[in-house]
Antibody, heavy 122, light 108 residues
Framework: QVQLQESGPGLVKPSETLSLTCGVS?????????WAWVRQSPGKGLEWIGE???????NYNPSLKSRVTMSVDKSKNQFSLNLSSVTAADTAVYYC???????????????WGQGTTLTVSS | EIVLTQSPGTLSLSPGERATLSCRAS???????VAWYQQKRGQAPRLLIY???SRATGVPDRFSGSESGTDFTLTISRLEPEDFAVYYC?????????FGQGTKLEIK
């Protein structure tokens, strides 16, 4: 059974850089799938932040692109999100998810972590 | 960026009734790459439908998806108590991938 687990600081000060990690178990991060980050602000909907594949190719949401960096660590079977210059508007639940691909076709985000709450406050 | 508009914002129905949720895209979605997710309070979203009309693994057959041009529909044929939740559509055919604002399905 594939499982994803986010880890992060919980609280970050304004202007600092947020760092989150998603550990993958039950599957190899080196598969054909992509790995994504999605966030959900309090009482609001879902926002796709971006995605990364096992080789490190990334695709970011233009609304966050100037502040986002994603990376993959194959040795630890995990991937990470860095978001710089955070403000209160970045307060949200952050989810990592698997974007399932097979034979060149995409099948949506089929596995999600349970989410980690990030608060930006001084 | 493709904007997805879901309607209605809230749908009040009783168990056993049929639910029809709509999602309209601002432009054509590549390869009909539209998914539907169910989210319950305090939980991560759960994939229900991918490719506009294919059920994900383990999803009951009372859930079905359809498309007509840029209009996408999620139908729950006979509501069970556990189906009352928030539903989101998502397009993943054109980057940036975007979500609708959600439809809350509540018990009448």
């Amino acid at each position: 059974q594939v499982q994803l687990q986010e880890s992060g600081p919980g609280l970050v000060k304004p202007s600092e850089t947020l760092s989150l990690t998603c550990g993958v178990s039950g599957a190899s991060i080196s598969s054909s799938n992509w790995w994504a980050w999605v966030r959900q602000s309090p009482g609001k909907g879902l926002e796709w932040i971006g995605e990364i594949d096992h080789s490190g190719i990334t695709n970011y949401n233009p609304s966050l692109k100037s502040r986002v960096t994603m990376s993959v660590d194959k040795s630890k079977n995990q991937f990470s999100l860095n978001l710089s210059s955070v403000t209160a508007a970045d307060t949200a639940v952050y989810y990592c998810a698997r974007e399932l691909y097979s034979r060149g076709q995409a099948f949506g985000m089929d596995v999600w972590g349970q989410g980690t709450t990030l608060t930006v406050s001084s | 960026e493709i904007v997805l508009t879901q309607s209605p914002g809230t749908l009040s129905l009783s168990p056993g009734e049929r639910a029809t949720l709509s999602c309209r895209a601002s432009q054509s979605v590549s390869s009909s790459y539209v998914a539907w997710y169910q989210q319950k309070r305090g939980q991560a979203p759960r994939l229900l439908i991918y490719g506009a009309s294919s059920r994900a693994t383990g999803v009951p057959d009372r859930f079905s998806g359809s498309e007509s041009g840029t209009d996408f529909t999620l139908t729950i044929s006979r509501l069970e108590p556990e189906d009352f939740a928030v539903y989101y559509c998502q397009q993943y055919g054109n980057s940036p991938y975007t979500f609708g604002q959600g439809t809350k399905l509540e018990i009448k």
